[in-house]
């Protein structure tokens, strides 16, 4: 009997030994493990106490949701999804396809990423907009005079469009340009800027000339990756067809100011141990 008690306590310590070991920061009660914030060094490239603090926010996040009751039903959740696809100018189904191919997202993964995101919307709402004023128009042209270059966009891109039925064909172009294969397809184009939609345009914008974009599935259900050969110079866009961006920009700017000086008030009043760093 006595064996059997030291090895339950030895077997508790141990575990629990683990357990505080694997513990980085304890916020209101949630624990934040070194696992994730190595993680979330790795997925946005910044360091330890960089990445300490995004996870502490989220954690704040978190319990102001549920502190707020915000909640978000499944149908606000596929009405964004569907808004975003037809945007895109694709069907759901389509949509999916092509972030399960370019995000290795599946549609479940995309629903809870997608549920996150608009829990945060409405705390930022519920937080944020009452204190925020709409720009006047003497804020929105200034704005826009300090800030042209940000409106500069290439008039079109100068691509090769490959596609297959066969991935593994593509990807070995895509690593072997001098690669012959009779199941792909090409075709080269000029894309014009104002005609892209907004994935498509995205992707090239985060392509550097002379690469291949990432592949994704087209809505034909083809293996596709287009080749970058050149963008074309740059153009200023009127004052007219930004000023709504710009609106958004310096709203955005007010809103992160507001719900960051919230969040560092709250932090600096929240339940918050530090039990042991990352070692980088």
Known sequence: MIYKIFVFLFFSTFLSAELINGVSVVVKGEPITLYDIKEEMSILNVDAAQATDILIRKKLEEAEINERKISVSSSEVYDDI???????????????????????????????????????????ASIAYSSLDVPGEEEIKEYYELHKEQFMHPSAFDVVIYSSQNRD????????????????????????????????????????????????????????????????????????????????????????????????????????????????
Do not use: C, W
């Open 82 to 124: 569907k808004k975003i696809a037809s945007m895109n100018k694709m069907s759901i189904d389509e949509f999916y396809d092509v972030v399960r191919n370019s995000n290795g997202l599946t549609s479940t993964e995309l629903k809870e990423k997608t549920k996150e995101k608009l829990l945060s919307q409405k705390l930022y």
């Open 169 to 280: 064909a593509l990807q070995k172009k895509r690593t072997t340009p001098l690669y012959h294969s009779d199941e792909i397809r090409i075709d080269e184009q000029t894309l014009p800027y104002d005609r892209l939609p907004p994935e498509l345009l995205q992707m090239l914008k985060n392509t550097k000339e002379k690469s291949f974009t990432p592949i994704f599935q087209d809505t034909n259900a083809l293996y596709t990756s287009f080749y970058l050969k050149e963008i074309q110079s740059s153009k200023e866009t009127s004052y007219e067809s930004v000023k709504e961006q710009i609106i958004n920009m310096i709203m955005s700017q007010k809103r992160e100011q507001v719900l960051g000086d919230y969040f560092a008030r709250l932090r600096n009043n929240a339940d918050i141990q530090i039990i042991r760093e990352v070692k980088e």
